[in-house]
């Protein structure tokens, strides 16, 4: 199969795996914490209610974080997308990028800001999406972030 200039991977944003073992394994020790907390020396009804589903929330977000940071993010010319296929933006409906300090982004991430809404979305350690903004990073190296955000900076002033 022969690859087009708008198909061709320009950069790349993956988790490591100790940075997965490490992340999942944390929420993991939150979630029996709390869990052992709650049943090892229960308190008052409600606040063991509380424990209990808070150790919950935090298996389940283990297990999100885990299959969510087994995919990877690819830029093309033409879109982001997950290496599973996802597309999460158009190149063409992005309008900015924001990796400053003071941006809401992920951790070791970028700001996308797009012109159009495409609902939310949230893949934990990866990256998110709300409204017209999308959040790139966060168990992700922040070289190959800032990489991936220069690239495309570098898209959209050539675009213009």
């Known amino acids: 199969m022969e690859t087009t200039m708008q198909d061709e991977v320009l950069a790349t944003v993956e988790a ?5 073992w490490i992340g999942v394994g944390m929420l993991t020790t939150v979630g029996v914490l709390v869990l052992y907390v709650a049943l090892a020396s ?7 209610l509380f424990l209990i ?8 977000l283990a297990y ?7 995919d990877r993010i690819e830029l093309t010319q033409s879109e982001i997308r997950t290496g599973s296929g996802h597309k999460i933006a158009d190149v063409q409906d992005i309008e900015s ?15 996308i800001r797009t012109n159009t809404s495409t609902g939310a979305r949230w893949e934990p350690g990866l ?5 017209h903004r ?12 800032k990489f991936m955000s220069e690239i495309l900076s570098a898209i959209l002033a050539e675009r213009g």
Request: net charge positive; proline share 7%; charged share 15%.
């Open 42 to 48: 229960p308190p008052a009804l409600g606040w063991q």
């Open 134 to 145: 999308v959040g790139v990073g966060g168990m992700t190296a922040a070289a190959e972030t």
């Open 127 to 131: 990256w998110w999406r709300l409204g």
């Open 97 to 111: 990028v924001d990796r400053g300090v003071f941006a809401f982004k992920p951790s070791n991430g970028f700001l």
């Open 64 to 70: 999100r974080m885990w299959f969510a940071t087994a």
């Open 16 to 20: 490591s795996a100790p940075r997965r």
């Open 53 to 60: 589903v808070v150790g919950g929330a935090a298996f389940w």
